[in-house]
């Protein structure tokens, strides 16, 4: 029912920046929580950060300080702004989405709580 789509992945060094996006078509009007996963090679997927559609956010001690999450309700987009990149940072980006929510508005970064996904867009940090 929701399509998802991520772009913005690509190389940078140590310490460089870079911006994903995450536009999101069909039927979004129950998806509640917006989220970043990531994976690589022989891992679990794991949580970034996530975000309500009030604008509450919760980030992954491994994001928190240096990434920052962010949403256009009205155009239907998901961001992750990622600065102060480093090289554990390598992984394919996905972006979910999903009708669940925490006490006080939080959303959490459990795979289980997600329904939608995207494909995925490749971040690669050489040191």
């Known amino acids: 029912q929701v399509q998802l789509v991520e772009s913005g992945g690509g190389s940078a060094q140590t310490g460089g920046s870079l911006t994903l996006s995450c536009v999101a078509s069909?039927?979004?009007?129950?998806?509640?929580?917006l989220a970043w996963f990531r994976q690589t090679p022989g891992k679990e997927r794991e949580g970034v950060a996530a975000?309500?559609?009030?604008?509450?956010?919760n980030y992954a001690n491994s994001a928190s300080g240096r990434f920052t999450i962010s949403q256009d309700n009205a155009k239907d987009t998901l961001y992750l702004q990622m600065n102060g990149l480093k090289p554990e940072d390598t992984a394919q980006y996905y972006c979910?989405?999903?009708?669940?929510?925490?006490?006080?508005?939080?959303?959490?970064?459990?795979?289980?709580?997600?329904?939608?996904w995207g494909r995925g867009t490749q971040v690669t940090v050489s040191s």
């Open positions: 979910a989405t999903g009708e669940l929510r925490g006490s006080g508005d939080r959303c959490y970064l459990f795979r289980q709580m997600y329904k939608f």
């Open positions: 069909g039927d979004t009007s129950a998806s509640y929580c």
């Open positions: 975000i309500s559609r009030k604008g509450t956010a």
